[in-house]
């Protein structure tokens, strides 16, 4: 879905005006440069995808030892880190999730900076919104942590009222030249009104919670475990009780946007990995008996990795998740008005309708006639040689739109080819 929007993107439509779909305009364009210079190679997503991955690592690592959370400096995390990314597949390729999670990153890293200031750090507090906005442009679920910035901003790093606007302006910033862009191309109306629908429409369940729950039970239990001995077993610094706040309310939140998003896929599981990152290494750090150590650091390194490769190999077959290669068929601009997209293995986008359970809550809501207009306009704009249809969206949209008759015919059950 991400290469096929980069892909019409970079033929000059817009996303929300030009095509239906739930990733954040950030994301989009970052997957139509992708296009411009890869096209539709999985490789150079899977490379870009482990740059970035490489990145959050070294800085999260940078930044428990700049700060000091631990009583000793160590690249514990680190290594960590890259074995809980290696919990499945799509964790390792890029993603919009992936791409907002960088700056949400940055924005704990600041965050963490004001638990060791004493001092006025007007830079900080704008970083912190600033980065935390242009994560949402990247992944709309994370507007949830809009309320987590004001309430540890607040509750934890002590924001006076000043701290507090500078990085509530930061935050919309971006937000705000986001609309600037949409609003200088006659945009601005259709993202208003298809972007609040993102939260709306019906959840894709491409991964059970069970299957998440099988392969890391495991990197939980240490999570807990560590949380326990960093709290009863030893004393912290005043810092680092901050810390360890600011990175617990950091996984409640983490777990409250799965309720919010609608693309249930491990790749969403990026977010928690900065907060089990560090109360796993305090499990390791605090743990006397060296042989359970060992035992544990083996089973998270080695074990993770190779249960999750297996485990999801299993899920492979018949899994809605994954594309049927055997579904060749079409050619040239198509548009499938569902959940299948098989038939874009060898063809392109060649309509308004990309996800399809957002573009069936659009176009069942209630239209005035101007509303209808621009409907029909975005379908003219956009005229895809063949349109499958198996559930009957394409056949209301005729009965809507009677001069679509004129220009599509009906070749088979649930399939339209543009007449010539």
Not at 140 to 145: A, E, G, H, K, S
Not at 163 to 187: A, E, H, K, R
Not at 240 to 245: D, E, L, S, Y
Request: proline content about 4%; charged content about 15%.
């Amino acid at each position: 879905m991400w290469m096929l929007l980069g892909e019409r993107l970079g033929q000059g439509y817009y996303l929300y005006q030009d095509i239906i779909d739930d990733n954040g305009p950030l994301s989009a364009g970052f997957f139509t440069i992708m296009d411009l210079l890869f096209g539709r190679s999985l490789f150079a997503y899977e490379i870009v995808g482990r740059l970035l991955i490489s990145f959050q690592i070294l800085y999260w690592n940078s930044m428990l030892i700049k700060f000091k959370a631990f009583d000793i400096n160590t690249y514990f995390p680190a290594i960590i880190m890259a074995a809980l990314f290696h919990f499945s597949f799509d964790l390792l390729s890029l993603s919009p999730a992936l791409l907002g999670s960088c700056f949400l990153m940055l924005a704990l890293g600041q965050l963490f900076s004001q638990t060791v200031l004493q001092k006025d750090s007007s830079e900080s507090t704008l970083l912190i919104g600033i980065y935390a906005g242009l994560a949402t442009g990247f992944h709309p679920n994370y507007i949830l942590f809009l309320p987590y910035m004001i309430f540890t901003g607040i509750a934890i790093s002590s924001f006076s009222f000043r701290q507090l606007m500078l990085s509530l302006v930061g935050y919309f910033l971006p937000l705000l030249l986001i609309s600037v862009f949409y609003f200088w191309n006659d945009g601005l109306e259709e993202a208003i009104q298809i972007w609040p629908l993102t939260f709306l429409s019906q959840k894709y369940e491409y991964q059970s919670l069970l299957d998440w729950l099988i392969i890391g039970i495991f990197p939980l239990l240490l999570a807990v475990t560590g949380y326990f001995m960093a709290t009863v077993l030893r004393g912290s610094t005043i810092n680092q009780q901050k810390q360890r706040q600011l990175v617990i309310i950091w996984l409640l939140f983490s777990v409250a946007e799965f309720f919010i998003l609608k693309k249930q896929a491990a790749y969403q599981l990026v977010i928690l990995i900065p907060g089990l990152t560090y109360l796993i290494t305090q499990f390791f750090l605090n743990t006397k008996k060296e042989i359970v150590a060992k035992i544990a650091f083996y089973l998270l390194v080695v074990a993770l990795p190779a249960v999750g490769f297996w485990y999801w190999q299993q899920k492979i077959s018949g899994s809605e998740y994954f594309v049927d290669k055997s579904e060749t068929t079409y050619t040239g601009n198509i548009l499938v008005l569902g959940d299948n997209l098989s038939p874009y293995l060898n063809a392109k986008l060649g309509g308004p309708f990309l996800n399809y359970q957002l573009s069936k809550l659009y176009l069942d809501q209630d239209r005035d006639l101007r509303e209808k207009a621009r409907l029909y306009q975005m379908l003219q704009k956009q005229k895809p040689s063949v349109i499958l249809d198996p559930n009957g969206d394409f056949q209301n949209l005729l009965k809507l739109f009677p001069a679509l008759e004129e220009e599509y015919t009906k070749t088979s059950t649930g399939v339209f080819a543009l007449k010539k």
